[in-house]
């Protein structure tokens, strides 16, 4: 999309410096970008670039803005700025309204005219797809689901039966939300499955990555609160709440009934116990394993950075020794113990 520079400062509400007449129409790496490009200086790493950049416009902070030879857009938080304007440059394409000849729609659903639905996809009894929804290719909508207003469903998105989810949606390739829970009981050598009622429940402006999972309540719902961030291949297990503007970034576990608070991060590879309070405003590096509940916010890790292979062998070679050297030293702590106070009885 063609935008000229001065019609993007206003957009953006941010102070432009140079030609407002010269248009850009995409956005490009630092290094890589022409005279129809926008970029942003976010790092300064990526400095020495600057100079050089061939771009129509770039995106930093005062302080840097003398070193650019083009036009610039001052922003306090360029990386942000940029987002905003890479969503103007590269809208979504404008949905449609209709329903594919491929799709399967139950007549007892309930679809918006504005709404798509796309090749293959299946919507069942007592759906309701709400105004300029788009269901892509492949799609399942079970019964009684609820998709609301301007949702994008990219392609093979399950939404399991009874599943809600929130107004301005984006779900990717793969996503699977509602299905039944993890839940067994013991009879004997066997297990019994626990019939999961209750449902799947997404706020508004959620992100669902691709192969991401979201499980469905034991009894009570799911909730993934307003704005929630989820990545690719994370799983969330049953009667789980996310709160408010929580991000969890790719590969990550939670495990049943945990509830995390808002504006929380959660890296890669982070595995969650079940039935934890995280509290709000707490984040956790990569690979953390989280096995207790953290209530105050702050930032919290785990897990055993790389390391020369034989730094390691020799680590673990040392591990198998710690509860012996722990129990040495306790008993070493004991005796000076016992030898100060003998020595303090002999001095009174």
């Known amino acids: 999309m063609e935008v000229r520079l001065k019609e993007l ?65 001052i922003s306090e938080n360029p990386y942000l700025t940029y987002a905003r304007a890479a969503r103007i440059l590269h809208p979504d394409a404008p949905i449609a309204g209709g329903v594919h000849p491929s799709a399967v729609v139950d007549p007892r659903a309930r679809i918006d005219p504005s709404a798509w639905i796309g090749p293959t996809a299946v919507v069942e009894a007592g759906a309701v797809v709400e105004a300029r929804v788009f269901v892509g290719p492949g799609c399942i909508l079970g019964e009684g689901v609820c998709v609301g207003e301007d949702s994008r469903l990219v392609a093979r998105v399950t939404l399991c039966a009874g599943t809600v989810v929130g107004k301005r949606a984006l779900m990717h390739p793969g996503a699977v939300i509602g299905r039944e829970g993890f839940g067994f009981a013991r009879d004997g050598a066997l297990w019994v499955r626990i019939p999961q009622i209750g449902r799947a429940v997404l706020g508004d402006d959620v992100e669902i990555g691709a192969n991401t999972s979201v499980d469905r309540g034991a009894i009570e719902d799911t909730v993934i609160g307003n704005g929630v961030k989820l990545d690719n291949h994370i799983q969330i297990g049953h009667n789980v709440v996310i709160g408010e503007n929580t991000a969890i970034a790719a590969n990550a576990g939670i495990s049943g009934s945990t509830r995390i608070g808002r504006n929380c991060t959660i890296a890669g590879a982070v595995g969650m116990a079940g039935h934890l309070e995280i509290g ?49 030293v306790k008993q070493l702590e004991a005796a000076i113990e016992a030898m100060n106070a003998k020595k303090g009885q002999g001095e009174s």
Request: a positive charge.
């Open 9 to 73: 400062s206003a957009r953006l509400a941010v102070p432009l410096r140079g030609d407002g007449e010269a248009v850009v129409s995409r956005v490009a790496q630092l290094a890589k970008a022409d005279s129809r490009s926008l970029t942003f200086l976010g790092d300064a790493r990526y400095r020495d670039y600057l100079p050089e950049t061939r771009a129509g416009a770039v995106v930093l902070t005062e302080k840097d803005a003398a070193l650019a030879k083009v036009p610039v857009l």
């Open 280 to 328: 709000d405003d707490v984040h956790f590096t990569g690979m953390a394993m989280v096995t207790r509940s953290f209530t105050q916010a702050g930032s919290y890790s785990s897990g055993i950075p790389a390391m020369p292979s034989g730094d390691w062998r020799r680590n673990v070679a040392r591990f198998r020794h710690l509860d012996e050297l722990a129990r040495r």
